[in-house]
């Protein structure tokens, strides 16, 4: 079965950068898309981006400038970074597998709260 | 950016009611790379429908997605008790995906 576990702070500052790590376990890492997508406190979802096992990206526009997300296909884990956070930026944070590209994301984490403040 | 506009906002509905959600694209959503999602209080969300009308593994067949183009449909023929949540589409048939704003699903 398919887990993946985000870890990273859950307390970050304005202005600094939010740095997060999904680990996958029961399965490979290549061959899949690995999405980012956030949710702040009572609120809907926000996409944030995704990587392509072979390394490839795509980016949510409005965050395209402050938003990094690489692969480490070697341990089984991808990663978020997020620069120059405001409170704005204060969710829980997903990450998620997708199959392929003509299908949704199937198994996601359990999420990680991370709150922007000083 | 397609914007999705999901309706209701709400839906009061008694269980074995058959639910009927809305999804409208702003734009047409190429090759009907539409998604559906249940979330629960406290959990992840869980892909129900992928490609506007294929159900993900696993899922129950009360639930169906239909449409193309600009409008979309999740309907849950029966709800079972387990059916409340809230619903999201999702488009990802542009370069920027995006998500609905969600449709609570709530007991009557």
């Known amino acids: 079965q398919v887990q993946l576990q985000e870890s990273g702070p859950g307390l970050v500052k304005p202005s600094e950068t939010l740095s997060l790590t999904c680990s996958v376990s029961g399965g490979p890492i290549s061959g899949y898309y690995w999405s980012w997508i956030r949710q702040p406190p009572g609120k809907g979802l926000e996409w944030i981006g995704y990587i392509y096992y072979s390394g490839s990206t795509n980016y949510n526009p409005s965050l395209r400038s402050r938003v990094t997300i690489s692969i480490d296909t070697s341990r089984n884990q991808f990663s978020l970074k997020l620069s120059s956070v405001t409170a704005a930026d204060t969710a829980v944070y997903y990450c998620?597998?997708?199959?392929?590209?003509?299908?949704?994301?199937?198994?996601w984490g359990q999420g990680t709260l991370v709150t922007v403040s000083s | 950016e397609i914007v999705l506009t999901q309706s209701p906002g709400t839906l009061s509905l008694s269980p074995g009611e058959r639910a009927t959600l809305s999804c409208r694209a702003s734009?047409?959503?190429?090759?009907?790379?539409l998604a559906w999602y249940q979330q629960k209080p406290g959990q992840a969300p869980r892909l129900l429908i992928y490609?506007?009308?294929s159900r993900a593994t696993g899922i129950p067949d009360r639930f169906s997605g239909s449409g193309s183009g600009t409008d979309f449909t999740l309907t849950i023929s029966r709800l079972e008790p387990e059916d409340f949540a809230v619903y999201y589409c999702q488009q990802y048939g542009s370069p920027s995906w995006t998500f609905g704003q969600g449709t609570n699903v709530e007991i009557k």
């Open positions: 734009q047409s959503v190429s090759s009907n790379y």
């Open positions: 490609g506007a009308s």
């Open positions: 998620a597998r997708r199959m392929g590209y003509m299908y949704g994301e199937d198994y």
